[in-house]
């Protein structure tokens, strides 16, 4: 009887479990969604490799998403079949995940190189480009207190008399502040926004990673309680 009273708890914990897994997923896609919209609206990021995030979010939410519902039906079924299948899918997560996150910590030093060539892409793109896209640089000059990708020099190509700058560098931004004012620091911010959109990342990024490791914990008890289930159900207990 103690056995068989563990075990169902166990399997209240796994089908549990699952239920915040499958939760888990909805919330990815939703968030990859969200984040492919807010990445259409900043043009810096849009250009880079960077686009791939969302569609990755998406897919692992989409995979999350079957893996939690195979992990319920299995533990209300008590399907030995489809528990076992549950654990080796989540597994391959779990490794997955780990393979990403040791990839994310090598590669992350190139972080500084790919927003600083987003930014100088988006300069040189700026007077041909659409009005949203001039528009998605004047939002992150403004928000970030911040002018060109190094420093304000970097729109030296911006007019022709090569010492103009956006309005959105300037501190009290009215029409045709910027012109003539590249290095005048009371009057613009001569700081690059590379620095500062480079920090504005990694602290997002930090959030994230504090998100994937309570994540994983949660994965590796699904894990554990899982394999109690499946022991449990080849011992052939009986549920009263």
């Known amino acids: 009887m103690a056995v068989e009273g563990g075990m169902k ?10 239920f915040i897994f499958w939760l888990c997923g909805l919330a990815l896609i939703v968030l990859g969604v969200w984040v492919q919209v807010s990445l259409h609206k900043t043009p810096v990021i849009q250009g880079a490799s960077g686009s791939a995030a969302p569609l990755v979010l998406i897919i692992v939410g989409v995979v999350i998403f079957f893996i939690a519902f195979f992990g319920c039906c299995g533990a209300w079924k008590e399907n030995y079949c489809m528990i076992t299948m549950f654990a080796i899918l989540l597994s391959l997560i779990i490794i997955v995940e780990i393979g990403t996150a040791i990839a994310a910590y090598v590669f992350r030093d190139k972080l ?6 987003g930014l100088r892409d988006m300069i040189k793109q700026y007077n ?8 998605g640089l004047d939002r992150i000059q403004k928000d970030l207190k911040c002018c060109g990708a190094a420093n304000s020099s970097d729109w030296v190509n911006f007019k022709p008399d ?12 009215t029409a045709d502040c910027g012109k003539g004012a590249m290095n005048d620091d ?11 959109l480079e920090k504005l990342l ?24 899982a394999c109690s289930l499946m022991r449990g159900i080849r011992s052939g ?3 009263m």
């Open 9 to 18: 708890c166990v399997k209240f914990l796994l089908f549990f479990f699952n």
């Open 112 to 117: 500084t190189g790919l927003v600083d060539d």
């Open 128 to 135: 041909n480009g659409s009005k949203e896209y001039q528009e």
């Open 162 to 173: 090569h010492t103009s700058v956006p309005d959105s560098c300037c501190k009290n931004v």
């Open 186 to 196: 009371k009057k613009i911010y001569v700081t690059g926004c590379q620095p500062a």
């Open 202 to 225: 990694k602290e997002n990024v930090q959030w994230v990673a504090v998100a994937a490791i309570v994540i994983a914990f949660i994965e590796i008890l699904g894990l554990v309680f």
């Open 237 to 239: 207990y009986e549920v």
